[in-house]
């Protein structure tokens, strides 16, 4: 059984923050393991180097791209890459369970994108997706997720 459960994630208007800390809180009623959360625009804001995880993680990312289509052209993301570059910071990438996407389905085939390209640079899993904020029945779908994860280690 692993020691801890940690969130690592990165919010720019709220929604995924909003997300995580009602995930922690339903985490927190369903066991007994320590909750922990690294929000990555802090260690950004607040300068402190990136590190090492020694711990497993599950990571969290809304989309924000700019251009392209999500089929056949182009795009780029922008305000996330903090949490790439933390992802990619020394092994930190092996520590990952899965990345779970966020965004809005008014973007179609971009919808969720950048979370999808993660899995596959890193070669973890993209555990789920949800839109904006989440529904209650979202952070009960994946917070059931991540106690399995936690529970097979
Ligand atoms: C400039 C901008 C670009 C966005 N691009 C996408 C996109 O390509 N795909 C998508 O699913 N959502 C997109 N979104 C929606 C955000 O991912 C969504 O609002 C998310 O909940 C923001 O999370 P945050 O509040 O934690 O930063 C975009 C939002 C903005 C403001």
Redesign the pocket.
């Known amino acids: 059984m692993a020691p801890s459960i940690t969130l690592v994630y990165?919010?720019?208007?709220?929604?995924?923050?909003s997300f995580v800390k009602r995930l922690k809180a339903y985490l927190e009623s369903k066991t007994s393991l320590p909750i922990k959360t690294i929000n990555v625009k802090d260690l950004v804001k607040e300068q402190e180097d990136f590190f090492a995880m020694t711990d497993y993680y599950v990571a969290f990312l809304?989309?924000?791209?700019?251009g392209g289509n999500?089929l056949d052209s182009g795009?780029v993301e922008?305000?996330t890459t903090p949490l790439r570059d933390f992802i990619a910071f020394a092994d930190n990438y092996r520590y990952c369970y899965g990345i779970v996407g966020?965004?809005?389905?008014?973007?179609n085939n971009?919808?969720?994108?950048?979370a999808k390209q993660y899995s596959e640079a890193f070669g973890f899993p993209m555990l789920d997706d949800f839109?904006?904020?989440g529904l209650t029945d979202d952070v009960e779908r994946i917070g059931e997720k991540i106690l399995k994860l936690y529970a097979a280690a």
């Open positions: 990165i919010s720019l208007s709220g929604n995924t923050q809304p989309t924000y791209l700019e999500g795009d922008i305000l966020s965004g809005n389905k008014n973007f971009q919808y969720c994108l950048t839109e904006l904020r």
